[in-house]
């Protein structure tokens, strides 16, 4: 079992920054490609980023968006810059066993609790 437990979350102005951290705790972190998803509000949850223990990312193509980790703190993060209104969301952290990481939610075994991004205009 992993525990994932996501922070960082907050309102900002548009055209600021944040940086969302994801600790996890419960098995090998290093096993494990971390992702990060949002769901707006009326709207679908989408995927973000994600990155593997190697340090490989797979993206949306946000631009704005960084993802990072610190294995030895078991630790991802999402740096966010430029951030616009439509930013707005409940960001969540997921975990997948293994180097691969993907697209789809369903492929994500566990999950943070998420947290609010808002950004204002």
């Known amino acids: 079992q992993v525990q994932l437990v996501e922070s960082g979350g907050g309102l900002v102005q548009a055209g600021g920054s944040l940086r969302l951290s994801c600790a996890a705790s419960?098995?090998?972190?290093?096993?494990?490609?971390m992702g990060w998803f949002r769901q707006a509000p009326g709207k679908e949850r989408e995927f973000v980023v994600a990155?593997?223990?190697?340090?490989g990312t797979t993206d949306s193509v946000k631009g704005r968006f960084t993802i990072s980790r610190d294995n030895a703190k078991n630790t991802v993060y999402l740096q966010m810059n430029s951030l616009e209104p439509e930013d707005t969301a409940v960001y969540y952290c997921?975990?997948?066993?293994?180097?691969?990481?993907?697209?789809?939610?369903?492929?994500?075994?566990?999950w943070g609790q998420g947290t609010q991004v808002t950004v204002s205009s």
């Open positions: 990155v593997n223990w190697l340090g």
């Open positions: 997921a975990a997948v066993p293994g180097v691969v990481c993907y697209y789809q939610e369903f492929r994500y075994a566990y």
């Open positions: 419960g098995r090998t972190f290093r096993n494990f490609c």
